[in-house]
């Protein structure tokens, strides 16, 4: 018989975890038996989240955590291992817009804010994640990116660099795990119905777009004990062309 709860007594945990691709992955991380520990900046919105996967059967641990406050995220290692000696799962989704705008308009304080929460929020989740990644059987790591890291963007500066800044940096990461049985790996969710989306495009039709739970399988994929990937960026559209093509025994 299938297992229906493979991440059974499994620890993760999950940035901006309040909306978006954030909540609909914290939601599936608990409703496939992982005890999950939903972090983001909003209060109300993280406890709406744990009543929503209690009443689903779910277990969840709240954070407030606004990781531009880098002593906090500082703090999270030693705190997570305090109580629970390790961590088998990490999702840095975290992520602001910013200004999109010429660089030469973008204030001081404006790009010090996105590469704070995009680049170096993530540099010091790992940082002190690291050993309780590495205390797992199979602990894993994916992080939020962007085809905007490309650079062929007009107007993207902060966001581009910051994502792009990402990219190098899980694949750094990865490369340093190769002997280990911890992976990483990067996803570019592409068009997504989401507050960030609908910032940047004001003047799209939101339904025209994926819903966030409509990824929530990819991120399953590359959590689970058995994924083998590492270093890779997975772009969502390419991975649902594969998972909808046919296998050569349904021709």
């Known amino acids: 018989m299938k297992n229906k709860k493979p991440l059974k007594d499994r620890l993760a945990l999950v940035t901006g975890a309040s909306r978006g691709i954030g909540r609909a992955v914290a939601l599936a991380l608990a409703q496939n038996g992982a005890h999950v520990v939903i972090a983001a900046r909003t209060v109300g919105a993280l406890e709406e989240l744990d009543d929503e996967i209690r009443a689903a059967g779910g277990k969840a641990t709240l954070l407030q955590l606004d990781v531009s406050q880098g002593d906090k995220i ?3 290692g030693p705190t997570l291992y305090q109580r629970w000696g390790k961590l088998d799962i990490l999702v840095g989704n975290a992520g602001i817009l910013g200004p999109l705008s010429p660089l030469h308009h973008v204030t001081e304080d404006a790009w ?3 590469i704070d929460v995009n680049l170096s929020a993530n540099w010091r989740l790992i940082r002190t994640l690291d050993p309780l990644l590495k205390r797992s ?4 790591a994916v992080f939020v990116t962007s085809g905007a890291s490309s650079g062929k963007h007009a107007y993207w500066g902060p966001y581009a660099v910051s994502k792009a800044g990402l990219d190098a940096l899980v694949k750094t990461y990865a490369h340093e795990l190769a ?3 911890v992976r990483v790996n990067l996803v570019d969710p592409g068009p997504m119905r989401t507050q960030m989306r609908a910032k940047a495009y004001p003047g799209e039709d939101p339904k025209k777009l994926p819903a966030p739970e409509e990824i929530v399988p990819l991120f399953l994929e590359l959590v689970s004990p058995q994924c083998t990937l ?3 960026i997975v ?3 390419e991975w649902l062309k ?3 093509a046919p296998s050569p025994t349904d021709a």
């Open 74 to 76: 500082d703090q999270l």
């Open 112 to 114: 010090k804010a996105v």
């Open 137 to 140: 059987d199979a602990g894993r």
């Open 179 to 181: 002997d280990t049985p």
């Open 230 to 232: 590492n270093g890779r």
């Open 235 to 237: 772009h969502f559209s």
């Open 242 to 244: 594969k998972a909808h």
